[in-house]
């Protein structure tokens, strides 16, 4: 089971090749469309050469697109993008000086982000030995995640930046019409047995989003019950989601095509 550093460090140390490498794992089909779209050929080439603010300014009028296109090109951009956000040499990435009586969770709360970004940032699991004048790495938190079922994705977005997307594996969701609802709690789980934050194990649990509409984001149906409402990523896209969001990030479920 991967923990949150083992993957983002996979992700931190993509290559451009690497990277080139994914692009083309992800191929997706065109048989019903005369060709592939020029800006998405040229938009692969430009990656290929770590051209890539070319490359994402390019694709930028496919991000909204509900074809085929626009999967690919929400693909390619986050894959671009969720690096830089992830970097920590981001200039949104600011030093913090841990006060008397500071814990992750309230400094996580007064600085709206996630305890989940701080122990990436700082690289630290024991979540209970913080003392006073310690230096930590933090990073504030405006991210919004648009629930996408037509799309059949999760966005998340910064602004109007798109900052990553997941592929949605499977849906219960017996709601109707768009609704505006935010992150409500996060929870933890490893092998099947929760798990506090402020447990040594949090870091390497996997992470479930409960939301104020009363539906959950996991990333394993084995962590729901039958009965529960929820949007189904895999294990890995739901951790990385874990990372981003925190609680009283907006969430936008859309369920009808016209926004």
Known sequence: MKSIFSI????????????????????VNYSLWPKRPEQLVHARELVKQNR???????????????????????????????????SRDNPAVVPYTVRGGDSYFKIAQKTKTSIDMLLYLNGTIDLNKLQAGQKLLLRPMQLTMEINLPMKEVLVWDGGKLVSSYPLLAVRDGGTGNVETSVLSKSASLDGASVSHQSQTYAAANKTLNLKAGTLIVGNMRDSRPDEKGYFLSVEDCNELGLLMAPGNTVSIIRSVER
């Open 52 to 86: 890539l603010q070319e490359a994402t300014a390019l694709l930028q009028e496919y991000l909204h697109d509900k074809r085929i296109a626009g999967k690919e090109a929400r693909y390619i951009v986050s894959q671009i993008n969720i690096r830089e956000y992830l």
């Open 8 to 27: 983002f460090a996979a992700k931190a140390c993509f290559s451009l090749c690497g990277l080139g490498g994914l692009l083309s794992a992800a191929e």
